[in-house]
């Protein structure tokens, strides 16, 4: 069945560095990824998507890259701040409806000021 | 927040009770979900509905029951609540983005315990 992995559970990094989030599918070619923010006792907040046909994507300090072939998507966040520190879920779309999505377990990023 | 509220926001119940969690949508969004969050496994789908009396499985419905009588409501309800079913529980509803993609609007969530 088809599968996403987040390899890393947690990241801690310094403020000002870019942090670099990995995101790993097989068994399944998604038409896109997601990748959601969430914060302590919240639901998950869109931020970006990324089309197969898509090298690279960017919203202000964020840019997300999508690798048909490495099956891989990465997620960086450029001169990270303290206000970054929360958990990560990159998601896939898979058959079915259009929406329906398969969730990674997601990173906790912690940015140290 | 695309108006998404969630009703309870916590619930403490005990083993074999029935247990209904509502989700209230205001975008009038057609596609309608219901996940789970548990340590170790992250989001999973248990039902999702694709409009008004139409509903479908996810990957972990075992259990659990869905109605969605109008666009704005979908409920959740645990037939016979479990000590496997204490988690929390985030409804989701879709919105489309250009290109035939669509995302997805949490809820704040409902925490639920099963004693």
């Known amino acids: 069945s088809q599968k996403i992995e987040q390899n890393s559970e947690a990241l801690n990094i310094q403020e000002g560095k870019t942090a670099t989030l990995t995101c790993n599918y097989t068994n399944y070619s998604p038409a896109y990824l997601q990748w959601y923010r969430q914060d302590p006792g919240r639901g998950p907040v869109f931020l970006l998507l990324?089309?197969?046909?898509?090298k690279e994507k960017r919203k202000e300090r964020l840019k997300v890259t999508f690798d048909t072939t490495l099956k891989q998507s990465l997620f960086h966040i450029t001169a990270s701040q303290p206000a970054d520190s929360a958990t990560y879920l990159c998601a896939m779309n898979y058959g079915g409806s259009q929406g329906n999505l398969i969730f990674g377990k997601g990173t906790k990023l912690s940015v140290k000021p | 927040d695309a108006g998404i509220t969630q009703s309870p926001r916590h619930k403490v119940t005990e083993t074999g009770t029935p247990v209904t969690l509502r989700c209230h949508q205001t975008e009038n969004h057609r596609y309608m979900y219901w996940y789970r969050q548990d340590p170790g496994h992250g989001l999973r789908l248990i039902h999702y509905?694709?409009?008004?009396?139409?509903?479908d499985k996810g990957e972990v419905s075992d259990g659990y029951s869905v109605s969605r009588s109008k666009t704005e409501d979908f409920l959740l309800t645990l037939e016979s609540a479990t000590s496997s079913q204490t988690s929390v529980y985030f409804c989701?509803?879709?919105?489309?983005?250009?290109?035939?993609?669509?995302?997805?609007?949490f809820g704040p969530g409902t925490r639920l315990t099963v004693t």
């Open positions: 989701a509803t879709e919105g489309q983005l250009a290109g035939g993609a669509s995302e997805q609007y």
């Open positions: 990324i089309r197969e046909n898509e």
């Open positions: 509905s694709y409009g008004v009396k139409d509903t």
